[in-house]
């Protein structure tokens, strides 16, 4: 059995926060709602008449999605093998997404992305320069005798 690579697994569901994330901002363009109108009505400005939090999430998920997956010009990027980095904005997606209703989901999943991610920090993991490879041991092309 091999050995579980935790950002790997975190990577996988930031992925699915971020697409979820972005399907809820379009989907609040149409249905605006904020997920806590039932307590007060005073956020309700940042979802309509102009969709101000819907474009906040909209960029978020966007720029996480690619971010994680990773697009060219931020693979192999110091941007893109930060775990910190990664800490450090992930809540602030996971905010946008909890205030409307539709992204509470990906709010959640953001949180679970953020915990196995810090999982993998205490444990000294890196994230490598090439996407989704494994980093190498000792040096390469030596006997594995």
């Given amino acids: 059995m091999g050995k579980l690579i935790k950002n790997h697994w975190a990577r996988l569901i930031v992925l699915t926060a971020s697409a979820h994330q972005v399907a809820s901002a379009l989907e609040a363009f149409f249905w ?12 309700d400005p940042a979802v309509k008449p ?14 996480i999605f690619a971010w994680e997956w990773p697009l060219g010009l931020i693979a192999g990027s110091s941007l893109h093998r930060s775990v910190e980095a990664r800490l450090a904005s992930f809540p602030l997606a996971a905010l946008a997404a909890v205030l409307i209703y539709q992204g509470t ?9 953020m915990i196995v991610y810090f999982w993998a920090y205490s444990e000294g993991e890196i994230i490598c320069p090439k996407p989704w490879t494994l980093p190498q041991r000792g040096r390469p092309g030596a006997s594995k005798a």
Avoid: E, H, S
Wanted: hydrophobic letters at 60%.
């Fill in 32 to 43: 605006p709602k904020i997920f806590f109108d039932f307590m007060t009505k005073t956020l």
């Fill in 50 to 63: 102009v969709p101000v939090l819907q474009i906040i999430n909209l960029i978020f998920g966007i720029f």
């Fill in 105 to 113: 989901n990906a709010a959640i999943y953001y949180v679970v992305g």
